[in-house]
Nanobody, 122 residues
Framework: VQLQASGGGLVQAGASLRLSCVAS????????MAWFRQAPGKERELVAG???????YYSDSVKGRFTISRDNAENTVYLQMDSLKPEDTANYYC?????????????????WGQGTQVTVSS
């Protein structure tokens, strides 16, 4: 599986962005999908995840502001980010794991897309 992420950019605080991640290959619906982010000098952290059910997970820092969704017909997972804050600035990565459950640890994921940079100015 190859993952292609897009949609990052430079925005002001309070703005919105929507990230997209398109997966190549078969059986997209069998994968648990997730968005991670990594800021300079910090560890990669799980932002949101979604399974086929769908079961959805959000980190406390984005709950109520970000929305993850998936379109299995289009092999795409989205991250709608509203009310962006400067602390949301990071490189955002989509990831997939061949399992039905979301995992919080990056090493549990089998496939990664390239990052897309999100920068939020104050």
């Amino acid at each position: 599986v190859q993952l292609q992420a897009s949609g990052g950019g430079l925005v002001q605080a309070g703005a919105s962005l929507r990230l997209s991640c398109v997966a190549s290959g078969r059986n997209f619906s069998n994968y648990a999908m997730a968005w991670f982010r990594q800021a300079p000098g910090k560890e990669r952290e799980l932002v949101a995840g979604i399974t086929l059910s769908p079961s959805i997970y959000y980190s406390d820092s984005v709950k109520g502001r970000f929305t993850i969704s998936r379109d299995n017909a289009e092999n795409t997972v989205y991250l709608q980010m509203d009310s962006l804050k400067p602390e949301d600035t990071a490189n955002y990565y989509c990831a997939a794991r061949t399992a039905f459950l979301i995992a919080t640890m990056p090493r549990k994921y089998d496939f990664w897309g390239q990052g897309t940079q999100v920068t939020v100015s104050s």
